[in-house]
């Protein structure tokens, strides 16, 4: 109430809103059918479905639902991971993760898709399993397995098994994120062999489903080929095996909805803080719902990404009441920062309109202190090319202020978020949060870029450092174009959002009007912690 | 004064309250099985053997300083005797005198005044009670003919007799009856009406002769001559036949030096208008509520005053009859199931405002199958028969009640029969209609109001936020509501609209309980937590395993078990004995037995298999 409510420029009744709706509509279409096929679609998955269903088993998604509280969201993360890797047979990698409610708890679920190459990992399944641990161990959350897999994916044991993220990553996680308090709960509803043993095996307790739950370090093709020993799956690792012989699990039940009745019982007994656990670091006011609407987005995005758009009209359609408090704005204007509450909790946001000059990475460089020492929480809006270069630039220092807006928010021990709404270019990435800053979430909507630099200057410099390395009467117009089309072409392949999200660059790709109910469940995690340590806290006037 | 009521109930409550406004003190009666009931609780009650034990409540009164008894109606309130001893033990008794009782109390004596008083008579025999003069009497009067029990009532000890020749076997099937019963197997033999309706007519008498009608109450819808729906006045009647039923009703009440209130019942033939006397009743009805919404009079008053000898006030001799009132009578029945009696505790009980509702339970009342399944009357008014019936209608969509099944949604049902629009009805309605089916259990629209409730209770950002779906993936989050008859409802998926926002409903988060009425009826739901619907049960589960093992070294003590007996989770199969201690070895779920592979006095080793099953999901 206390802040003054942004005046929207945007003329909602333009032809040019209008176009921009539709073309953002459509991204967003994209978005859904590619997410609907990482959930029940992708070629041959039909018949994986079908046999899943036979034998009594629930979708992944299915699973979390019947466990996590009615009425409550999802925070699904990464839906998109591996799209268009390892020729599109496993959409999401075999893997659903994200953070759920039971009983007013949040936990991190992470869920193997056996519908995907029999939930086997890939090594994006895996980033994407060490990844959610990473969100539980620093948003002090519980981990809820529901294991479901047939291991690691063999063809590719190189890139999944021997690095520092690889599984060695995910049990020494585990073990850890026990050790700090944060129960690691397992459900075993199919296949735990090998190394996928030690999911169950690490966790504080475990729950097998009989008739499908199977635990061995060696399943028994491989007993059979180490002792010549033939022996049933289930008498090997079943659910009796390990409830009644070997002690590896605790819980023995008849059928999935009664190991989700059990999980529900013993998360009961975690005496963990609730989300609306009261006392928590962050203060939260009442909620008021931002003054417009948040399918304007799609309208103030121009189509022509080359048109610029004003971050304050998306801001103004994030906060609470449209409301926000502006620092210092009549200096270094391509950076706007102020303070304003998602969902009822304060948050400094700082947001690009373009080009980073020295005054704007400066403004960013003092706001960043600021929120530290008041122990605010910051949100970064990416909507840049990045850092200025030029003559004036240089002179001007533009290499260490931005150098101390990246220092700043590397420093910054308050918990940070990035929503990628238009470019992520250059060292603008850096300053401005990047995946390599590590904000809590980081999450983009469907229109944002990332690279290096966009592909129209790609273009252009490394034509011309081409061009300087070769001998002039060596090469032709056509090669050049040539190399000219081949760099576009990786440019513009790479710094789709798809590409990255494929990666994990981000925690997956949003719908804008998402954005704000998504921050608020973020912020919420925070909440509920304690105070994080604080950081120097010296706020410089630069 | 002090007053006794010897009754229990909506009635025992309804007579406190306006002894209470009139100044006098209230002493009420209870029994052992009825101690916790809402008039015990609210008035007090002092225990008693039993309502029927005359002598106990007379001692009580005395004990208590009481200078007088209220009867109510049903128990004592039509026992000459009672009403004589209260009197010789010298408290006044709230209600007609004995004789008048007395000499009402027989069907054949009623009838013989009636005639006496010039009061139509269905055409009828009661003089011998020989079988050939039974028989000729039908003969002669014409069939259909009736046969019912002369001590009668309560629809017991009564027969329809089609022809002649079946005249015999209903005889004998009404005297034994009858004698069963009423310990009486005289009987009477009358015309059987074809368009029945029972219209009766409000008396009220004083002590000094003076005897005055308060106006007719339509009866008709009965269901095995119990009345269940009640109108002031009746409808559909002329002039002549209006004041034809007073007169006959003041000239019979004059006859018999009437003192208090009471009803005389007719039959009215639907079709001519003819009227024939059925009975008096020499106490408060039940339905008097009509009565008073539409004169502004209060019968319990007026039976006070003129049992304390004083004469009927000068107000009653301009009585006026102001539009028109019905009473709903709420009983604990479910009527797609043949009115049959539903017990259990009421723990949602909601009433509209703007009505009477005259109850004896509250939220929290037991229904218990030792009295009367009625809970209360639901009594609204309005300007004329349309704007009561319409009243009604409101007051029955807008009633809540949880726990028990109710007639309401029957009477609510009943409101838009054209029979009952049109006042078309005889008695035999419910006999010649189909009565509707229950309704399907309104489950989604259940599940739909509870999570509506509990969004309204968000108080964090993912309940305030709810179950949105950030993916194509829509949430399949089950809910389970289990209805009062114990089945399990499973509502799978969002159940995002509610059509009907006028639904009346209740929804007690505490106590997860959802209620909402549909076409009258209640529909009470509790939410099931998923811990509880999906658990095992332990005794139920496949044992799992194929063998019981012994858990460490031992000699077998006992063997309980052999090939092919069937155990359940927890069955002990076999003792073991093991450093001087005995232990049992128990079946983990159901299973057979298949082999048995030790005998008593046994060694065996740690792990070593005892007993080989057959669980159940091999």
Redesign the interface.
Known sequence: MTFQTIPSRIDTASELFATNTTAYQELVATL?ER??I??DGGQGRQKSIDRHHARGKVMA??RI??V?????????FS?LAAWGQYNDEAPGAGIVTGVG?IH?V?WVFIVNDATIKGGSLLPVSIKKHVRAQDIAAENGLGVIYLVDSGGAFLPLQDEIFPDRDHFGGSFHRQARMSARGLPQLSVVLGGCTAGGAYVPALSDEVIMV??IGRIFLGGPPIVKAALGEIIDPDDLGG??KHT?VSGVSDN????E??A???L??IC?TTNRR???HDGGWLERTE?EPPAYPAEDIYGIINDDSRIPFDATEIIARLVDGSRFATFKPEWGTSIITGFARI??YLVGIIANNGIIFSEAALKATHFIELCEQRRIPLLFLQNTTGYMVGDDAEASGIAKHGAKMVAAVANATVPKYTVLIGGSYGAGNYGMCGRGFDPRFLFAWPNSRIATMAADTAETVLVDIRRAGLKADETSEEQIAEIARTIREQYETQSDPYYATSRLWDDGL??PI?TR??L??C??LAARQDEPAAGPGIVYRM | MKILIANRGEIALRIARTAQRLGHVVVGITTDVDSASQHAVTLNAITVPSYLDGSAIIAVAKESGCDAIHPGYGFLSENADFARDVVAAGLIWIGPNAEVINSMGSKINARAIAESAGVPLIPGYADSQADSDLRSAADDIGYPVLIKASAGGGGRGIRIVESSDRFATALDEARTEAERAFGDGSVIVERYVQQPRHVEVQLIGDRHGRVKHLGTRECSVQRRYQKLFEEAPAPNLSDETRNGLHDAAVRLGSTVGYDSAGTVEFVVDGTTGEFFFLEMNTRLQVEHPVTEAITGLDLVELMITVASGQPLPSTLDDVTFTGHACEARIAAEDASQGFMPSIGTIDILDVPADVRWDSGVAEGSTITPHFDSMVAKLIVSGEDRPAALSAMRSALDELLIAGVNTTAGFHRWLLDRQELVDATFSTRLLDSIELPAAPDPAVELAAALWREHRRGEASNVWTEIGAISMTPHHHQRSLGLRSDDGEIHEVVGSSETLEAASMRSIVDGARRRVALNIGGHTHAFTVVPRTERWAADPTGRASGGNALVSPFPAVIAEVRVAVGDELKGGDVAVVIEAMKMLHSVTASGAATVSEVLVAVGDQVAGGQELIKLNSEND
């Open positions: 859904r997410q609907q990482a959930i998604r299915d639902d019947l996590t509280d009615d009425n409550t969201p999802f925070l699904e839906t409610v007013g949040p009989e008739g659910a009796v009644r023995i039940v008849s059928t909805h009664e989700y009745a059990r529900r019982e009961a609730k989300v609306d909620v969902h009822g949003i719908d998402h109910d998504i608020g469940l912020l919420s």
